[in-house]
């Protein structure tokens, strides 16, 4: 099988394409600049430059695909509103639509679990309504991208899978230390709760999305089976002290950010290989 990967130099999508090239997959990465892939495409990756903002390079991109693992977006929330745009909504698009003129089979597209609403009052499911005037940039072009690679589903046959990620650690990504800081800054409660998911299990249910018969349509959580407190992990870095000064607002909802995995586990057999960020660093895979 011949799989198209984008954001395959981003912290998620790297360590994805690192896998499927050590599993015998044919590779193919789309970026913008060939110099950020040397490592990718020294271990086999196919190189093609282009841009999801601009259409005209994605055809190339697609051709002689079998899937597209589309893991590339812009996070920035509150600034750069238009590029956000540009690249997780109407590139995102533009990409489904050079993916269906070349035939390709299948569409796993990688959302986030930030889509979903801040005052549930139960963990978050697939089926709940989602706030698509929401303020924050980066979660309104993921919910106006999903809706439209859904109706391609249902208008053209575009067999899409969506995937919809809790917070990615693991496998040296620095990704928990680098929120501290930010979390500090948002004067998060030390009680808030991370819904994570290790990068070994985005690839298992990226996976079992890119095998699995009979999903097309379908969106689906992927995260461990234990959220952990803000404190827990600022205080596994030592770091709790300087991250909570005792002056914190309290938790006002205790589900935010927390997601239901029911669906995934019922209708593909998912179990998390990394069940908590605590097996992770017992097992020393952080």
């Known amino acids: 099988m011949k799989i198209l990967v984008t954001g395959a130099t981003g912290k998620v999508g790297s360590r994805y394409a690192k896998r499927m090239l050590a599993k015998g997959y044919k590779v193919r990465i789309l970026v913008r600049d060939a110099a950020k892939a040397t490592a990718l495409a020294a271990l086999g990756a196919e190189v093609v430059v282009g841009d999801l903002t601009d259409a005209a390079t994605l055809p190339v991109a697609a051709a002689g695909i079998d899937a597209v693992i589309h893991m590339a977006a812009f996070f920035r929330t509150f600034t750069d509103f238009d590029d956000v745009i540009r690249t997780n909504h109407s590139g995102t698009v ?49 919910i106006a991208a999903e809706n439209e690679l859904l109706a391609l589903h249902k208008d053209k046959g575009l067999d899409v899978r969506v995937l919809r990620l809790g917070f990615v650690y693991g496998d040296g990504d620095p990704h928990i230390e680098e929120i501290l800081p930010v979390l500090k800054k948002w004067k998060r409660p030390s009680g808030y709760r991370m819904h994570m998911v290790h990068h070994l299990d985005v690839a298992q249910a990226v996976n ?61 057999g998912f179990r998390p290989l990394v069940p908590s960020y605590y097996a992770a660093r017992d097992l020393d895979i952080l």
């Open 208 to 268: 079992i999305l890119l095998h699995t018969d009979g999903l097309d349509g379908e969106v689906f959580n992927v995260v461990d089976d234990a959220p952990i407190s803000l404190y827990e992990l600022a205080d596994s870095f030592g770091k709790a002290a300087e991250t909570f000064d005792g002056e914190e607002p309290p938790l006002i909802y205790p589900f935010e950010g927390i997601m239901d995995t029911t669906k995934l586990r019922t209708m593909t």
């Open 94 to 142: 533009a990409l489904a639509d050079a993916a269906m003129a070349a035939g390709v089979r299948r569409f796993v597209f990688i959302s986030t679990g930030n889509v979903y609403p801040t005052t549930a009052r139960r963990p978050a499911r697939e089926d709940d309504v989602l706030d698509a005037n929401d303020p924050r940039a980066y979660s309104s072009s993921k």
